[in-house]
């Protein structure tokens, strides 16, 4: 029984070979934040000022990665300048990326 242990013990190396190698390639894949242009901003903020609880494209920047989201929105923190979704999750307003009406 022994022998068998030492025998399959080099192949335990290969699952924590996979799980470095897909940290590396997350790392490899991440981008610096996009810029948005002032018209994009003055579109976010419109729709903002007039959201009406429904649901919307959510485009944001987190970590290094673009994420995009369907979502309505919870609450508009203006103070901490936060969107906070139905789900809980906040995004900062200095991450956005985009907001479109569907």
Do not use: C, H
């Not at 609880?53 to 979502?71: A, D, M, P």
Request: charged share 40%; hydrophobic share 35%.
């Amino acid at each position: 029984m022994e022998r068998g242990m030492k025998k399959w013990a080099p192949y335990k190396t290969l699952t924590d070979q996979y799980e470095k190698l897909y940290e590396l390639r997350k790392e490899r894949e991440k981008i610096e934040k996009p810029r948005i242009f002032q018209e994009k901003a003055d579109e976010i903020n419109e729709i903002l000022v007039n959201y009406q609880n429904e649901e919307l494209k959510i485009t944001y920047y987190k970590k290094g990665e673009i994420i995009k989201l369907i979502s309505p929105i919870f609450k508009i923190d203006a103070f901490n300048k936060t969107l906070i979704l139905v789900n809980g999750l906040k995004i900062e307003f200095k991450n956005l990326l985009d907001l479109e009406r569907i």
